[in-house]
């Protein structure tokens, strides 16, 4: 099976690839069919020399049957040579944990707010409503008194065990 596929070059910690054609089967550095281009990571994204492909050349490997890697794909959807690929799963582990601690402390705030927003109107729409809960309020006063007692009698259970 054939690929489109990036394969190392450079020096320790400088990194450069070239975008080659080559058979799964065969080494990431090793044995390849063309090269079709490079890739220099090191570089910023708004620069040309970041990037360089024979675009022809790449349009023929894929009507031949060429599959590219996942980061092949996105480089060649961000020059409009193929269309742009889904973005895949990004998990949270690559984010020191107390970030992630502080996003989801913020996150479930800013859920309230906007619960709050609908809840405030049907608030306003339910004001006759309110009046009828405050009459309610007063019966769980004295079920709330009566709550006591229970623990009064939970308390005095211990002190018949210890006379025992």
Sequence with gaps: MLKLRLSMGGTKKRPVYKIVVADSRFPRDGRFIEKLGFFNPLLPKEKKERVGLETDRIKYWLDQGAKPTTRVARILGEN?????????NNPNKAIPKKERKKEKAEAPKTEEKKAEAPKAEEKKAEAPKTEEKKAEAPKTEEKKAEAPKTEEKKAEAPKAEEKK
């Design 80 to 88: 409009k040579l193929i269309e742009m690929p889904e973005a895949g």
